[in-house]
């Protein structure tokens, strides 16, 4: 939109939980529009890591979101032309697109898991990275690598 910024919609905390963050996990995860089955996915793999992760004191959601926050990267970088070359210039993510780009890479490293269903591997992806290992985690730390390769571009930063 050329003129103002679209109005930040609201998001109603989810059912069980309620909790904001878990509705945007599972908008993202939706298929096709498919909400109540995303829930229905969400909920199992919650109930499949309080099964496995029983001898932690934690309960699954916060088991849930301190896996988010190990796979949430601080950094990143962002193409600048300078002159006639481009620059990959490391820069700090904003915190609205730290949470998305997180929640998008564990459902992205979850549907890329082997497991019969998406709840299982959803709940192993959960596990792994809460355990700080797993394709999520291996992405955040790539992000970081080429960010610290990038540094000398810094003073490029707008």
Do not use: C
């Amino acid at each position: 939109m050329r003129k103002s910024k679209p109005k930040k919609r609201i998001i109603l905390p989810d059912p069980k939980f309620n909790d904001v963050l878990v509705t945007r996990f599972v908008n993202d995860m939706m298929v096709d529009g498919k909400k109540t089955t995303a829930y229905a996915v969400f909920y199992d793999a919650m109930e499949t890591v309080a099964q496995k992760m029983k001898n932690t004191e934690l309960s699954p959601l916060e088991i849930w979101k301190k896996a988010l926050e190990n796979v949430t990267p601080q950094v990143e970088v962002k193409s600048r032309r300078v002159g006639g070359a481009t620059f990959q210039v490391p820069m700090e993510i904003r915190q609205e697109r730290k949470i998305s780009i997180s929640i998008k890479n564990m459902i992205l490293y979850a549907r890329k898991r082997a497991g019969r269903s998406m709840s299982e591997k959803l709940a192993a992806e959960i596990q792994a990275a809460f355990n700080e290992e797993g394709g999520a985690v291996k992405r955040k730390e790539e992000i970081h690598r080429m960010a610290d390769a990038n540094r000398a571009f810094a003073h490029f930063r707008f």
